[in-house]
């Protein structure tokens, strides 16, 4: 009963503090792990045994670290209250990994096999804008301004709003998928939902473009090629909704093309 109250209170907090819904669930899933593993009632645990939890977590990467110590951190300050740090919720350090895109050739190519007319909708329109998943699915029809070519993006990543643009040949796609599927809110429409589903989006990516990519990579693949076409690295920052230009940097070092513009000196 005290562990439901408990859920309650998490839940009640990210209202109130405005978690984005992906947050919110990814807290609550590694909150619900912890208290399940339980031993004794959550109101008799010290700081001790928070510590313990987190240092004997098997964690399987840096990132899952990071959602696993924020979840425990929120639990330990937020709901239960404590007010005096005494456990060590230092983080990892970030890898520094490139991100991987796929080649633009064999993407358009594999676009243009698409029968299908909404799987074709989704990816062409991820990888022309570089959106986000939870920006696609959470895409409604009034989102899509024809008139000034811009698609509106509200509360995005981090609740903050952004307009990025649409191009002629994503219009008349969007409108010849609208004629055969008829949304009525959201744009994509899920077979038995209001929305299409972040893992339906993977599938499809998985079986047009294989089985080793996931949708992320489509919004790696669009910024890179942005960059490749001589887009300016503040324009892809906006479209992007990057905080840092040094998020966007990184599109820098994956660029063929401007790999190939080096000369070296042998």
Do not use: W
Request: charged share 25%; hydrophobic share 35%; proline share 2%.
């Amino acid at each position: 009963m005290l562990n439901s109250k408990i859920i309650k209170i998490c839940n009640q907090k990210f209202i109130n503090l405005n978690y984005s819904e992906n947050t919110k669930n990814i807290y609550i899933h590694y909150i619900e792990e912890f208290i399940n593993g339980l031993t004794k009632q959550i109101v008799h645990l010290s700081s001790t045994d928070f510590q313990e939890y987190i240092n004997n977590y098997k964690f399987t990467s840096i990132s899952q670290q990071n959602q696993v110590i924020s979840s425990i951190k929120f639990l330990y300050e937020k709901v239960l209250n404590k007010k005096y740090r005494k456990i060590d919720f230092t983080r990892p350090r970030n890898e520094k990994r490139l991100p991987q895109i796929i080649e633009k050739d064999f993407l358009l190519n594999k676009i243009d096999e698409i029968k299908n007319i909404k799987h074709k909708t989704i990816i062409s329109l991820t990888y022309s804008t570089g959106l986000r998943v939870s920006e696609i699915i959470n895409l409604k029809i009034s989102d899509i301004d024809s008139k000034r070519m811009l698609i509106m993006i509200k509360q995005g990543k981090g609740k903050k709003d952004r307009i990025v643009p649409l191009s002629e040949n994503i219009l008349l796609l969007l409108r010849k998928y609208y004629n055969v599927y008829k949304p009525i809110e959201y744009l994509f429409n899920g077979q038995n939902s209001l929305k299409y589903s972040t893992t339906s989006c993977n599938k499809i990516v998985k079986k047009y473009l294989g089985n080793d990519k996931h949708f992320h990579l489509l919004r790696h693949s669009c910024f890179t090629t942005l960059l490749e076409n001589g887009t300016d690295l503040r324009i892809i920052q906006k479209i992007a909704g990057h905080s840092n230009i040094k998020t966007t940097e990184i599109y820098t070092h994956v660029s063929v093309n401007m790999l190939k513009n080096v000369v070296l000196p042998i």
